[in-house]
């Protein structure tokens, strides 16, 4: 069944409600949402809104819950929220399988399901790794923007996985002063990939591969380490330049980044204690973090406090980022008829 736009009474914040009845729910495949058109700069706006929100006290973000076999070869994460803005409440999935095997063996599932915290209904269930694809890049452009010393000019992305890729459209979507781009990887069907997307967004602009992480690390502004597990590349403290901006999203950087920073930002202290045990120090310790990211995006908090400070940022994913964006979609998604409409309840 081809989906049929819903209701468009208005919610507070005049964002328009898009649940359907308590019967059916709207199923939002891959296709589905890969068709939808949304600008970076949309996607940012988004986010920021998110974080926003959540700094107000008007949104619901508690801790994730993961679950983990002894021999690590898979992972699986629950998140649960609420956005006060859109008024909706959603809840994440996510599963990775093959953690110990190659990128081309490993299994990626995860899905967002929204409902609608004013009229009670359902919104929509979707696949989820086109937010997650946009959503991290996006956190992590605005957390550059918030962190990075005067004047910055160079950044070097490690990683060419889905991350990777829109890791530099994004940074240059917050940072359009930024002239030297660079890119680390040990895929070159990603290292063309990440080109590839450099030039769709930004066809004027140059990328330089680099051949020794730590050279180029030590030439950067920002350092965005989005890479798998199984990377070579462990950027240390000493290679870091002063007033240098690591930010971890995947791997690629050494513990000594965030054991060592002058300063440390996380998206969620909580989030990092949990996801992040390969940063902590030999007793299984993390450094305190001197601010949460949604308090400096709403002002309320200092990002840099100095010119030549080594800044830390730990980007996690907040499900209230997540929930935004995927809102967002839905929206797209009843406006042009997409999706199919499953009687779940009946």
């Avoid at 590839?196 to 030590?218: G, I, K, N, S, T």
Wanted: proline fraction near 5%.
């Amino acid at each position: 069944m081809t989906g049929t736009p819903a209701s468009t009474d208005n919610t507070p914040g005049d964002i328009p409600a898009i649940s359907a009845d308590d019967k059916t729910l709207r199923i939002l495949s891959t296709s589905d949402v890969a068709g939808l058109d949304i600008s970076l700069a949309d996607v940012v706006d988004v986010v920021e809104q998110a974080y926003r929100t959540l700094a107000d006290g008007k949104s619901a973000n508690p801790r994730k819950l993961t679950v983990k076999p002894e021999d690590g070869h898979s992972v699986s994460y629950a998140m649960l929220g609420r956005d006060g803005v859109r008024n909706v409440v959603a809840i994440k999935t996510s599963y990775k399988h093959g953690l110990d095997k190659g990128r081309d063996e490993q299994h990626y599932y995860t899905t967002l399901t929204i409902y609608d915290d004013v009229t009670g209904l359902p919104v929509a269930m979707m696949d989820c790794s086109r937010v997650g694809s946009l959503r991290t890049p996006a956190v992590s452009a605005l957390l550059a923007r918030e962190l990075a010393a005067p004047d910055s000019r160079s950044a070097l992305v490690i990683g060419t996985g889905t991350q990777g890729r829109l890791a530099l459209p994004f940074l240059l979507t917050t940072l359009p002063d930024l002239e030297r781009l660079m890119v680390y990887g040990t895929h070159p069907d990603g290292l063309a990939a990440v080109r590839e997307r450099l030039h769709h967004y930004f066809p004027d602009r140059e990328l330089e591969v680099a051949d020794d992480v730590r050279a180029a690390a030590a030439e950067a502004d920002l350092v965005v380490a989005t890479a798998g597990q199984h990377t070579p590349a462990a950027v240390e403290s000493d290679d870091l330049k002063p007033g240098a901006v690591s930010i971890l999203v995947g791997h690629g950087i050494a513990p000594s980044t965030l054991q060592r920073a002058d300063r440390v930002i996380a998206t969620s202290e909580a989030q990092m204690k949990v996801t992040g045990t390969d940063m902590a120090d030999a007793d299984g310790n993390f450094p305190a973090v001197d601010a949460e990211f949604p308090e400096v995006v709403a002002g309320r908090a200092r990002g840099r406090l100095a010119p030549d400070e080594r800044i830390f940022a730990y980007n996690s994913g907040l499900v209230v980022t997540d929930i935004a964006l995927g809102h967002r979609f839905a929206q797209l998604a009843v406006e042009q008829g997409l999706g199919t409409r499953v009687s779940l309840w009946q």
